[in-house]
């Protein structure tokens, strides 16, 4: 493949600096390992990267030999948004079940035990936590991803969030500036727009990164959203107004910028990849991300060649693009200061706590417990149940390869359980469910009933004709529950699963 200049050039070396791609498989690729020693600083770890924690090690100890700063990062949230546990659901609850419970010593040491296990594995960037202000119910791509709709009641979680990540030696990469929470639409698909008063997004979207800069996250994640008050023409990732102006100069701060992924079609589908990381970098972006869709080295060469070419032309300064590739290192730095100073500090393993933090090694748990809330007055359940899971396309960012539900957890407690998956496309819901069921109790599982309206019609008539119905709500909860019990897990992890079958049988494992 034709390159624009000899890979040992110092243009070239930064302008690989600034990237974040991904790749396939569970082993790293000849070019992933070839770029890395030419210069390549950071590598994107998904869900089809990772089979085990040993498998993972394995990985990252092999991308640190050939550079032993490489930043590994990973877009783990915990609860619907995991990575590490892609395959059987997270052992930690996400945003919304931390806000709900509304304890920030919960929080901290929830994201401390996160990060040590990252970190474990050899992960020291993690693309979290969310810092998106859900005042929109109806959004399709944050919701549970969210703390909540509480302005003050985000900011503190996610400081708490980045102090227990980062005590872990993760640097933590607060997302989505300047706020991806009054947006009707996913950005994976197309542009979301937020047309509220600049007055709204300092008293609301800005407050949590406010939060976040004060507790000094590492990193800063940039939204594909256009917001009108701030820059009528340009996305927040393409925008010199919010990046440099409004997040580096009237904020303060002066870590690493780090764009959402730019093959999301709210960038690659209105500017292309290549001419969207180009305007991203001289806007004031540090770090690149792309990979979640596009893996591969010709993807890697295509936005290395775009940014020099662009240096060469003068679209973008070699300064701008130095200090972006500078800000990259001195993170790679800091997450092996701080390792290093967490390895050395040597704290004494107390039984039932996670090596070295004082945490409990079941925090998670713990946790999806305390956010459980169960209210009506029918009976718990003591014999084998029938569980209607009602499903619907989880958005991008979470996906639909990890499983949820509470099913596995109740056949687990009451053997003879049984369950099915209803769709929107399910010919006659009801009776399908009636006859599946028989005599047995039934269990609906819904996650964001409110945003789907085939899921409430279906409720109403089983409710009607079984009025002992348990409802469980996995997503953001109703304010009218009903059902002879409504259960709210707030988030679908594998542990909310578990913690809302633990309060419906009042048995714990």
């Known amino acids: 493949m034709t390159t624009l200049v000899s890979t040992t050039d110092t243009v070239t070396r930064d302008a690989l600096a600034v990237l974040q791609p ?30 085990s924690p ?14 032993d700063d490489v930043l590994v990062a990973i877009d783990e949230e915990g609860g619907d948004v995991t990575r590490l546990e892609v395959t059987h659901g997270s052992s930690f609850p996400g945003n919304f079940a931390l806000g709900s419970v509304d304890d920030v010593h919960l929080t ?22 969310s810092a998106d202000v859900n005042s929109n119910p109806g959004n399709p791509v944050i919701g549970v991803r969210s703390f909540g709709a509480d302005t003050r009641l985000a900011a503190r979680h996610t400081a708490a969030y980045i102090e227990g990540l980062q005590a872990a030696g ?12 009054d ?7 197309a542009m979301p727009r937020i047309d509220v008063d600049l007055d709204t997004l300092h008293a609301r979207e800005l407050v949590p990164f406010r939060a976040a800069i004060a507790a000094g996250s590492k990193s800063v994640m940039s939204a594909h959203i256009l917001l009108p008050a701030l820059d009528p023409d340009r996305p927040a990732t393409l925008s010199p107004q919010i990046l440099t102006g409004l997040l580096r100069q009237e904020l303060g701060y002066d870590g690493l910028i780090v764009t959402d992924a730019v093959e ?72 092996q200061r701080v390792r290093g100073d967490i390895r050395e500090s040597g704290a004494a393993v107390q039984e039932g706590t996670a090596p070295g933090t004082g945490v409990s090694s079941d925090i998670g748990l713990i946790a999806a417990r305390r956010a459980v809330r169960v209210t009506g007055s029918g009976d718990r359940l003591t014999e084998a149940a029938y569980v209607a899971s009602f499903g619907a396309e989880a958005n991008i960012a979470v996906g639909d390869e990890t499983p949820w539900g509470i099913a596995a957890e109740l056949e687990r407690i009451l053997p003879g359980t049984g369950t099915d998956t209803y769709t929107a496309g399910t010919t006659g819901v009801v009776d399908a469910i009636l006859a599946a069921a028989g005599e047995r109790r039934i269990v609906a599982v819904v996650r964001d009933e409110h945003r789907h309206a085939w899921m409430g019609a279906a409720l109403d008539a089983l ?10 709500e996995m997503g953001l909860p109703q304010s009218d529950p009903r059902g002879a019990l409504y259960v709210a897990t707030h988030g679908a992890a594998r542990v909310c699963g578990q913690a809302a079958a633990e309060a419906l049988t009042g048995t714990k494992s």
Not at 34 to 42: I, T, Y
Not at 170 to 181: D, I, L, Q, R, S
Not at 183 to 189: G, I, N, P
Request: proline fraction near 2%.
């Open 54 to 67: 040993e498998q993972l090690t394995a990985l990252t100890e092999r991308l640190r030999a050939e550079r």
């Open 108 to 129: 901290r040491a929830v994201a401390q035990e996160l990060g040590r296990r990252l970190a474990e594995c050899g992960v020291n960037l993690n693309w979290a936590p």
């Open 264 to 335: 999301m079609d709210a960038i690659a589908g209105a500017y292309g990849i290549e001419r969207g990381s180009v305007l991203a970098l001289a806007a004031g972006a540090d770090a690149i991300c792309v990979g979640g869709g596009l893996a591969d080295e010709e993807t890697v060469l295509r936005l290395r060649d775009a940014l020099v070419a662009a240096v060469r032309s003068g679209e973008l300064t070699e300064e701008r693009l130095a200090d972006a590739a500078a800000r990259v290192r001195a993170l790679a730095s800091w997450t």
């Open 22 to 51: 991904g790749f396939t498989g569970t082993t790293a690729p000849d070019w992933l390992l070839r770029r890395v020693g030419e210069g390549l600083a950071s590598v994107g770890l998904f869900g089809r990267n990772i089979t």
């Open 170 to 181: 993760v640097a933590a990469c607060t997302k989505h500036f300047p706020g991806h929470g």
């Open 463 to 472: 409710l009607a004709a079984r009025p002992d119905t348990v409802v469980v």
């Open 183 to 189: 947006t009707a639409v996913d950005s994976h698909l």
